[in-house]
């Protein structure tokens, strides 16, 4: 850029003299649309006028100027904030009319609450929240008390989002969310004073509403209270419509920094807000029918029903701070309805209730269970969040017990190895990273999450062999040094809960697929076959560390006292790999069943010109093969595993009756724990509903070409259940 | 861009020095000239874009290089700028209102009395 001229003459010439842009030194600005103009009439059809530099794909990607969807910068109303303000697009007061100052303002505070959904939802916060032109200068509100507290209890309130989910980074689908250039956001000391005066704003209000509730007589004594608005009998309804509007805001607010507390410290705290807010939205949303009355013919209509009483509210514009997106080109956003916003914030305020009501079990199982379960009701981004944080603090589990003793726990090992030497040793801590990563990336959404469980697989098999090699570089082969017997003991039994650690990573990356809909019907055999192949040997590692822990738990009690009882324990299988058992044989039982039915022509094969069943395959498992999870599996053995199944070598495997018998012979196991009864249960129903199917298929199958066979997840989320019907 | 990708059927001169005079009209070639100048486009919402000329069609779309977007802060005049870099920008011809290059005086004659022949 030249630098500005001061000789106005040379460079005004050109543009209708409003603009300063400045041409060169000792040059001007020439008018060549007269020039252009006749040149385009002189250009052939299709003829462009360019330098030897011209490259049409590069031209291509170039932005285009008025162009909605690419040009973040269209002048729409106004030129800037700066002159909306001034042509009183945000005026303070709102109204001289001090009822309709306060209807006006209730308005504001209900459509910014959509807004605010709208953001969580994944919208980038300048064309959400900050489309409000009251949030973007706050010093302008700060002689309405009422307007200027719940500004500002909204600026801290974004920031406290803001930074919880910029610390979890569960955001990446969501990229828009994190963006906040140029925007003011809370910060510092100020974040204190807000709540301060939300509270003295809360408090006037709430003897406004005293003051007109109470009889003639009582009414002398508290004279001196002004009322909130002009017209009495609107003034306890409008009292009640803000007093929950703003105890919302302040219980939203101490939730989220209860939450916020290291080691889950207020989480009980936050369980008591959180009770609150709900209350409280509850409150707003029987405001809504008085609101709608009062405002009834005063406004213009709100076509989105971003607020309660149907009116639009003023003082929002969202172009006006469009660019602060860039670099992204715009995106239209649609603004959440009033009642879908107080749906999500009911949602969301039910998903931390889970987060907050976690006991916070010492045990890596129980944790990775827990987020399972809480993924199951499909939070959305800031409660996944706020559960991530609480999981990992500061490198430690609940930021309580540190990584290694979360390890050696899992692993099955005594307390005492907590503090061993062996922690320093690099893969043990790159082992310690894995666990950490494994948990954030648990609280990511689905589709995310099952991505980087597929690449993470290859990091844990790396570190295993990385692992075994140390330990035999240690203790040479088979060998075990008497003297370092607890180095020997916590190197093998880590070693073995890596693997099965591992094997249930791929199983979890196996299962996300039914939930992102990643497989066809046609597919479905060889996934519920490497599912079952993943099974196999989760739960052969499972058995293996619980038969070693408990013989090592047997030695430490014969040490003590003799037992009798333990005898005989370490050739029962335990109730954990029985459960293991009954999915296995489902899973079995699927896969040989859709192999029987691929077979004998019932269900056909896609013909498609693309993919061949092996492209398939590898497309489907290429992250578990590049892991070798498990060894020596291959398509090869895949298909010498189904080509032969048939319906009459099925009958006599009794795939679905063995995992219905082993389901209900070990529910007596687990009386105490419903996730797992419930899992049985439904395992169950499964096996029995195929078991049927298959006999009938069995029977008439072969003479019967009009029998057509579907399935469908009404019992699983993700093993079939078969139905069978005559065409 | 709208323009098929086809090859322009003139061929363009390498240099300004115009040695090699193309079969083109007179007023394509003196536009040709004009490439890579520091140019300044104004459109319909009042924003002004400066870049370097890069490539224009028939229908009178242009491309700049480099572009700088400059929008007055007032609709009411004067007003300070504010300016954001753009890169390449594709400006269609029905929004453009008024179009400039740098030049120094004597080029300026000469343009103006090329465009009234």
């Known amino acids: 850029m030249a630098e500005m001229r001061t000789d106005e003459a040379a460079f005004g010439v050109a543009i209708s003299g409003r603009t300063s842009i400045p041409s060169g030194e000792n040059s001007v600005w020439a008018d060549v649309s007269p020039l252009l103009e006749a040149a385009c009439e002189d250009l052939q059809e299709g003829e462009l006028i360019h330098g030897d530099n011209f490259n049409l794909f590069a031209a291509m990607s170039a932005l285009e100027i008025m162009d909605p969807k690419m040009d973040s910068g269209i002048v729409c109303t106004y030129y800037s904030l700066e002159e909306a303000i001034e042509n009183g697009a945000a005026p303070v007061p709102i109204s001289v009319d001090k009822t309709t100052d306060i209807r006006c303002t209730i308005d504001i505070m209900d459509h910014l609450l959509a807004c605010e959904a709208t953001w969580h939802k994944g919208h980038s916060l300048a064309q959400t929240v900050y489309s409000c032109l009251y949030l973007l200068r706050p010093e302008r509100t700060l002689s309405h008390a009422l307007l200027h507290a719940y500004c500002k209890v909204i600026h801290v309130t974004c920031k406290a989002v803001l930074s919880v989910v910029s610390d979890a980074r569960t955001h990446e689908e969501e990229d828009l969310f994190t963006m906040a250039y140029g925007l003011p956001l809370g910060g510092g000391d100020r974040d204190e004073r807000c709540l301060s005066m939300l509270n003295a704003v809360e408090e006037t209000i709430s003897r406004q509403l005293r003051a007109c509730k109470a009889s003639s007589s009582k009414r002398r004594l508290l004279e001196d209270i002004e009322p909130l608005q002009s017209n009495p009998d609107l003034e306890e309804g409008y009292c009640r419509a803000l007093l929950c509007r703003l105890r919302f805001r302040k219980h939203f607010y101490h939730l989220l920094m209860s939450m916020k507390r290291p080691q889950g410290r207020g989480l009980e705290l936050a369980r008591k807000h959180i009770a609150s807010c709900i209350l409280e939205l509850d409150g707003c949303l029987k405001s809504s029918e008085f609101l709608r009355a009062s405002a009834h013919g005063m406004c213009e209509k709100n076509i989105q029903d971003t607020t309660a009483s149907g009116c639009q509210a003023i003082g929002f514009d969202a172009s006006l701070n469009c660019r602060l997106s860039a670099p992204t080109p715009p995106r239209s956003i649609k603004i959440l309805s009033w009642v879908k916003a107080i749906e999500y914030f009911l949602k969301l305020l039910r998903d931390l209730d889970i987060v907050c009501s976690y006991s916070l079990v010492p045990s890596l199982e129980a944790a990775l269970h827990f987020v399972i379960k809480f993924q199951k009701s499909q939070p959305d981004l800031v409660a996944r969040s706020h559960l991530q944080l609480l999981l990992v603090q500061d490198g430690k589990l609940y930021g309580q017990i540190p990584i290694f003793a979360v390890i050696t726990g899992a692993a099955g090992l005594p307390e005492v190895t907590n503090d061993h030497d062996i922690q320093k040793n690099e893969f043990v801590v790159q082992l310690g990273q894995l666990v950490i990563n494994l948990l954030k990336i648990l609280c990511t959404n689905a589709a995310w999450q099952r991505r980087k469980l597929g690449k993470m697989l290859q990091d844990w098999r790396v570190t295993y062999v990385q692992l075994e090699l140390a330990f035999k570089n240690e203790f040479g082969e088979g060998s075990k040094p008497s003297n370092n017997e607890l180095r020997f003991k916590i190197f093998q039994q880590i070693l073995m809960w890596v693997e099965e650690q591992t094997y249930w990573i791929a199983s979890r990356f196996l299962i996300l697929g039914f939930e992102l809909e990643l497989y066809s019907v046609h597919d479905y055999y060889m996934v519920y076959w490497y599912i079952y192949a993943i099974l196999i040997k989760l739960a052969e590692k499972t058995h293996l560390r619980i038969v070693m822990n408990n013989s090592t738990a047997k030695k430490k009690a014969k040490k003590k006292r003799d037992s009798f009882k333990d005898a005989g324990r370490d050739y029962q299988i335990s109730a954990a790999v029985l459960f293991l058992q009954s999915q296995i044989y489902l899973a079995e039982g699927l896969s040989m069943m859709f192999a029987a039915l691929r077979n004998e022509h019932i269900i056909l094969a896609p013909q498609g010109p693309f993919n061949t069943e092996h492209e398939i395959f590898i497309q489907q498992f290429e992250l578990l093969q590049k892991a070798c999870l498990p060894d020596h599996v291959s398509y090869m053995s895949f298909k010498e595993s189904t080509k032969l199944v048939n319906f009459s070598t099925l009958a006599m495997c009794d795939y679905f009756k063995e995992a219905q018998r082993i389901a209900k012979d070990v529910k007596s196991s687990f009386a105490n724990d419903p996730d797992k009864m419930a899992e049985l249960r439904r395992v169950e129903q499964v096996a029995e509903h195929n078991n049927i199917a298959l006999n009938v298929i069995c029977r008439v199958g072969a003479i019967d070409p009009s029998l057509k066979v579907t399935f469908e997840f009404s019992h699983h989320p993700f093993f079939a259940t078969a139905i069978v019907k005559r065409s | ?117």
Do not use: W
Request: hydrophobic share 30%.
């Open chain 2, 1 to 117: 861009m709208e323009q098929p990708a086809e090859q322009s059927p003139v061929p363009i001169p390498a240099t300004d020095s115009g040695e090699f005079r193309p079969a083109g009209s007179d007023r394509v070639n003196r536009t040709r000239k004009l490439l890579f100048r520091r140019m300044l486009v104004g459109i319909k919402d009042g924003r002004f874009f400066l870049g370097s000329f890069y490539c224009m069609d028939k229908q009178g779309n242009i491309i700049l290089q480099d572009s700088m977007e400059y929008r007055s802060t007032r609709r009411s005049s004067p007003s300070p700028m504010e300016q954001r870099c753009l890169g390449l920008i594709l400006i269609p011809s029905s929004c453009r209102t008024s179009c400039h290059v740098d030049c120094s005086v004597e080029e300026q004659l000469s343009l103006l009395s090329l465009s009234e022949k």
